[in-house]
């Protein structure tokens, strides 16, 4: 699934060349990446493509995931709301069950490598237990734009040892901060099985499979079952499409291990499935397959994403791609991936109303729907595919090293 030789005929020969060309300078390189979790999540997605693809290059990438007990992983939940914005009591017991996973991990952690990127704020504080020799980079995937003052001010003494901090928005750039920053967007492996193309028969096989009836048409929502998701105001906007259209809302997501969150609002979206409809008309899946988040992003006639807050939402550029037409909240990464009205359609979290009309209007417009996908499609082509990424990280490795 990830060969290199497979993304030619996707980005062409300039630049399919042009990623060797650039590699070519740290083939002799060791280059370790850290994150918290190797399954659920962007992160982990775009982390299994990408140092796959660098090793393929030539370059020795390496991936180690941070080891830590629900109570750490409570916290770091806590901390991850909080630099969006969410209120926190930092307690002198939270930073150190925070700062002993860290520590109990760089003991049996061996770093020797000639470059480090530290992904999100769950590792940011092994570089404290390290003699560094070897430029840090601190990947942050989190909407940086309101972060929780105190909590901020507390995590900025691990950010100030670090070399480069990357970020996914020119608006999430922090003006104080003196560690140089540089924005580089996410992106979406189109040979991945989450995206790779799908035959008529696959799809309804796994139709099949999985009970997805067809009878009427299907609005998705793919995305952990994370309260700045929105799940239940998503079935909220529903409600309002379905007393125009009869139709049908799936809600797919699964449980990452870093998120503790994830059961208690997967136990609110079906007790408010039982309370506001048919449960015929709302399908949850709480699995943890690409192929089926493949096929419901393949058939619905609209993917919704309606985040309160969004690093940046993978799961908006894979809608798109697959030509299916998105409504979704202007936040976050979300608008560098979608211009209102012309690629989708981007609303204020709160206007239930807004995306109820907007998803009717495609819905009772498929000639449209269809336009605006296939300019969805291309945008992500032209910028948010993993070969893209992979060339942005090359370009920083080559800063450094």
Known sequence: MHDIDDYRDIIGDKMFSDLFRKARKLTTKNVLNINSTAQGGGVAEILESLVILMNELGIYAGWRILHGNPDFFAITKKFHNAIQGSSIHLSEIKKKLYLKANQDFSSFTHIDHDAVIIHDPQPLPLIRYYKKRQPWIWRCHIDLSNPHKQLWHYLEKYILRYDKVIISSEKYRLEKLPVPQKVIAPAIDPRSPKNIDMSQSEISKHMKKFNIPNDKPIITQVSRFDRLKDPVGVIKVFKKVKSKIDCRLVLCGSMAVDDPEGITIYE?????????????????????????????QRISQVVIQKSLREGFGLTVSEALWKETPVVASNVGGIPLQITDGKNGFLLEPSDYDGFADRII???????????IAKKGKEVVREKFLITRLLADYIDLLNEFL
Do not use: G, H, R
């Not at 039982?274 to 709302?282: A, F, P, R, V, W």
């Not at 209007?361 to 336009?371: D, G, M, V």
């Open 268 to 296: 609110q979206i079906l007790n408010c499935n039982q309370k506001m409809i048919n449960e015929k008309d709302l399908l949850i899946f709480n699995v943890e397959s690409d192929i089926l988040v493949n096929v419901l």
């Open 361 to 371: 209007y495609l819905l009772e417009n498929p000639s449209k729907a269809e336009t």
